[in-house]
């Protein structure tokens, strides 16, 4: 069977002169398409070795030696040192290494395909005369392990022979360098004071104070003009030495220059639910989407009371309404946010102007009023509700000094018939008159008697007085 041409491997250590030999690699761009082939079997090699691409950054370099026995192809990579669990960590601490690999060229092997069955090796599995054999093409490392013949980095199967391509008998070589024998004048990402593998493709490096962002073809994603760079999901958030902040997208592409961001971020309670950042310029805040790394809402002195419905906005003693589905702004003289972390989501309590009527708006894609704004006063409860064991929002609402229990889903529990309602362990205390009577959270009579003063006492039971005599009133 004849061979126009194709390569075996092998591997040879090689012995070089860092501050010269640096000079010949080049850019991976400029390689063939069979060279190309045994460049990424080689760095497929280096990251099965390391089993970790987050410790390992292999160089877009190489360095290509022929001659009439053989091919080889050479590159330079990071590895991080296996103790060290820190993914910024100091090059000093780090290992720089050469990896090389080598293939015999056809001119020193026979053509007969029969005679290479040293080089290729069939897969014992299939057993049947029916089944082709398999041949499979292995890299081996034998820079440790002499086990086995080697530690099999890196294998492919083929049902048929490895045509005009590579071969097995692959010993993986390699020398540890020492940064301070590196010729940086050759490649400018070969030595930096920290080093962050975001990935095996990007990388935030750091030189002489200032940080930056490049991939693994040495392109520049985040200019080195900055002290500090985060990486957030949805965004890089890049700070000067003057405090101002640079907002990247996930592309790379600059958004803008504040004078102060927040990132939202799944521990922030208040703020997790917001798709979007907060910008501070000239001390005034306002959102910017992640949908489209565009400005949202208009410049509030302060932001408060979000959840994955709405946020608020307070500026000239305003308060803006912004629905975090639509980003659409409704302002209102005074908004009453509920400092319960288990407040109504999609609820709020909501004054038209100073001085005058409460309502209660529910926010979704749109605003819808639940109770109109005519109310002198509106509080409201969570509770556990008796039917269904939930937690349910309850409002106590006052109507011209009258007051009666509402829930936005039931309607109105109790008539405005009653001088005060006050909640207690998920009851409710209802004054009428100078008489006290207690309900349950869905505003059901407990009991028809009715009390001069209800109190509970330390094991959670209600004590009702009426003149002298004291009572426990059940409540199950």
């Known amino acids: 069977m004849k061979f126009k041409f194709f390569f075996l491997f092998c591997f040879l ?75 910024v960590y100091e090059i000093k601490d780090s290992q720089i290494y050469c990896y090389s690999i080598k293939f015999v060229n056809k001119k020193v092997v026979k053509e007969n395909l029969e005679d290479l069955e040293n080089y290729v090796i069939l897969d014992p599995t ?17 820079g440790y392990s002499k086990k086995n013949n080697g530690y099999v980095v890196y294998r492919i199967v083929n049902e048929k022979p ?3 391509e590579l071969y097995d008998k692959v010993k993986l070589t390699y020398n540890k360098v020492r940064e301070n024998l590196v010729d940086i004048s050759l490649y400018k990402n070969i030595v930096y004071d920290k080093v962050q593998f975001i990935n095996k493709n990007i990388v935030i490096l750091k030189n002489q104070n200032k940080v930056g962002i490049i991939n693994s073809s040495n392109d520049t ?34 958004v803008g220059e504040f004078e102060g961001l927040e990132i939202f971020n799944p521990s922030n309670y208040v703020q997790r639910y917001v798709d979007g950042f907060l910008t501070i310029n000239n001390q005034l805040r306002s959102y910017y989407s992640f949908s489209n790394y565009k400005k949202m809402t208009g410049d509030y002195s302060e932001i408060i009371g979000a959840n994955k419905t709405f946020t608020v ?34 609820e709020l309590i909501i004054q038209n102007k100073f001085g005058e009527k409460w309502g209660v708006l529910r926010i979704t894609d749109k605003i819808e009023t639940i109770l109109e704004p005519k109310y002198e006063s509106i509080c409201q409860n969570v509770v556990l509700d008796v039917d269904t ?5 309850r409002y106590i609402v006052n109507k011209k000094d009258k007051y009666a229990l509402y829930d936005s889903k039931l309607g109105w529990l109790t008539e405005f018939e009653f001088k005060n309602i006050s909640f207690l362990n998920n009851h ?27 109190e509970l006492n330390d094991d959670k039971q209600f004590i009702g007085y009426k003149k002298s005599k004291y009572e426990i009133i059940e409540t199950k």
């Open 13 to 87: 250590a090689i012995k070089i002169s860092f501050s010269q030999d640096l000079k010949e690699y080049q850019s991976i761009e400029n390689l063939k398409s069979t060279d190309l082939k045994m460049y990424n079997l080689l760095v497929e090699g280096i990251y099965n070795k390391t089993r970790d691409t987050l410790s390992t950054h292999i160089f877009p370099l190489f360095k290509k030696v022929v001659t009439d026995e053989d091919v080889s192809i050479s590159t330079i990579a990071y590895l991080k040192p296996r103790s060290s669990w820190k993914r």
């Open 126 to 142: 299939p057993s049947k005369s029916d089944y082709p054999p398999r041949y499979t093409l292995m890299v081996k490392d034998d």
């Open 162 to 164: 490895f045509y005009h």
């Open 221 to 254: 994603l985040v200019p080195f003009d900055f002290k500090k760079v985060t990486m957030f999901n949805n965004c890089i958030v890049a700070e000067k030495e003057n405090s101002k902040k640079s907002m990247f997208d996930n592309n790379f592409k600059l």
């Open 313 to 346: 906005g307070i500026k000239d003693n305003k308060s803006t309404l912004i629905n975090l589905n639509t980003w659409k702004e409704t302002t209102f003289d005074s908004i009453n946010i509920p400092q319960s972390q288990t407040f109504k989501e999609d």
């Open 389 to 393: 064991n939930y937690r349910e929002v």
């Open 428 to 454: 409710y205390l209802m004054r009428k008159g100078k008489k006290i009577l207690l309900f349950d959270a869905n505003g059901t009579l407990m009991t028809k008697t009715k009390y001069d003063k209800i």
